[in-house]
Nanobody, 127 residues
Framework: QVQPVESGGGLVQAGDSLRLSCAPSGRTFSGYAIGWFRQVPGRDRDFVSAITWGGTTASYADSVKGRFTISRDNAKDTVYLQMNSLKPEDTAIYYC????????????????????WGQGTQVTVSS
């Protein structure tokens, strides 16, 4: 089973940038769409972005569109989330997840479409 591991979180000021990384522990990410979600305590886990297994298609939540960029380096077996112009409302625990179904042309956007989740990395944006 693919086990994602996130890294790159931290404490930054509003307007700063961070790059989150997601790499697999165990099996490779090869063939799996990867998604990023975020969660604030007491609230549901929200979709942030996702990318297909081939890296050709990506999707973003409206709240991050134009500021965040998802990418994947299949040679390094790593998915990145570049976060620019960070806002205090971006503060959350960020999770990456691998899709339930490999080698699909469908880009999953819902949490239920992802079967393997990382432990999360905290991003805190101060005003």
């Amino acid at each position: 089973q693919v086990q994602p591991v996130e890294s790159g979180g931290g404490l930054v000021q509003a307007g700063d940038s961070l790059r989150l990384s997601c790499a697999p522990s165990g099996r490779t990410f090869s063939g799996y769409a990867i998604g990023w979600f975020r969660q604030v305590p007491g609230r549901d886990r929200d979709f942030v972005s996702a990318i297909t297994w081939g890296g050709t298609t990506a999707s973003y939540a409206d709240s991050v569109k134009g500021r965040f960029t998802i990418s994947r380096d299949n040679a390094k077996d790593t998915v990145y989330l570049q976060m620019n112009s960070l806002k205090p409302e971006d503060t959350a625990i960020y999770y990456c997840a691998a899709s339930q179904v490999p080698y699909s042309d469908y880009l999953p956007l819902g949490a239920a479409d992802f079967g393997s989740w990382g432990q999360g990395t905290q991003v805190t944006v101060s005003s």
